[in-house]
């Protein structure tokens, strides 16, 4: 049952217990879906929802199904059964051991070669500055490399179909690329965002408002090309950032 084409959110109440505006929305395969909204507005709440596949059981009252259907209880409890991975605001490793322990452990719990280990860290150091070697501890990686680590370990080894990002843009790790990786592969990618290039490269973004789901946008043609606009002066800031975060200077290379 691994095999998800549609997920839907059947609307709840908001944080006042009135019913929220979107009744239903539907997400398909290879889709990238924005969460936008201010902050306390219960984006996180939402993406929490769709992690626990909610059935009416949670405090916004959400109902998630699965190709169109209430999915089976074992989904929700076996993690080899797992649908959705997670890439959360705050990470932490627990695990006290290396990368190259952790990543094959993780492989072969998922019945996959461990030799994959050295695709994750080689797609891994495309999306840090920093390159993270196989033999560091899980525990001496920085906040930029364990999110690159994760997001390659989620597009090699776990194959979930369904993968939520909150705020990613903060993590100092090259997100756009980190996104089209996760979007490719037919997964649905739910991301809670406020980068104007991660929010306009999902196809449409749910607007939030005091716990509820209040709107939906599609994303305009003209928002797709001001998209490429956007994520070329992007690209340019982090060059930058890279220049300033390197100690050189920034005169002469601009
Ligand atoms: N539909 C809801 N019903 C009841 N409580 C809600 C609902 N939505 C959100 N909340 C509550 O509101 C608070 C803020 O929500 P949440 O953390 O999801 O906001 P957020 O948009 O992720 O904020 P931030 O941008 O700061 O991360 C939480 O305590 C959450 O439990
Ligand atoms: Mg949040």
């Known amino acids: 049952m691994k095999d998800v084409s549609t997920l839907t959110i059947i609307g709840g109440v908001n944080k006042e217990g009135i019913p929220e505006n979107i009744k239903s929305i539907e997400f398909n395969k290879g889709e990238i879906i924005g969460i936008v909204g201010p902050t306390g507005s219960g984006k996180s709440t939402l993406i929490d929802d769709i992690e626990q596949l909610a059935r009416g059981d949670t405090a916004s009252r959400r109902h998630i199904l699965i190709n169109g259907e209430v999915p089976d209880v074992a989904i929700r409890v076996d993690p080899r059964l797992k649908l959705v991975a997670q890439l959360s605001q705050k990470m932490h490793f627990l695990a006290d051991m290396t990368v190259e322990d952790f990543l094959s452990m993780h492989a072969r719990s998922r019945g996959k070669n461990p030799k994959l280990v050295h695709r994750v860290l080689e797609l891994a150091n495309t999306l840090t500055g920093e390159p993270i070697a196989l033999h560091q501890q899980l525990t001496a990686l920085s ?18 179909p369904i993968v939520l990002i909150d705020e990613i843009e903060n993590a100092g790790i090259r ?12 997964k649905i990618v739910i991301v809670v965002t406020h980068d104007p290039v991660l929010a306009l490269m999902a196809t449409r973004r749910i607007v939030m408002k005091n716990g509820g789901m209040i709107d939906v946008i599609t994303t305009t043609l003209h928002e797709q090309q001001l998209c490429y606009k956007i994520a070329e002066v992007d690209n340019w800031l982090l060059s930058l950032r890279e220049i300033i975060r390197r100690g050189d200077l920034v005169e002469g290379t601009v």
């Open 175 to 186: 997100k756009q690329e980190a996104l089209e990786l996760l979007a490719c592969e037919g």
């Open 143 to 160: 906040g930029g490399q364990s999110r690159s680590l994760m997001t390659a370990d989620i597009a090699i080894i776990s194959d979930s």
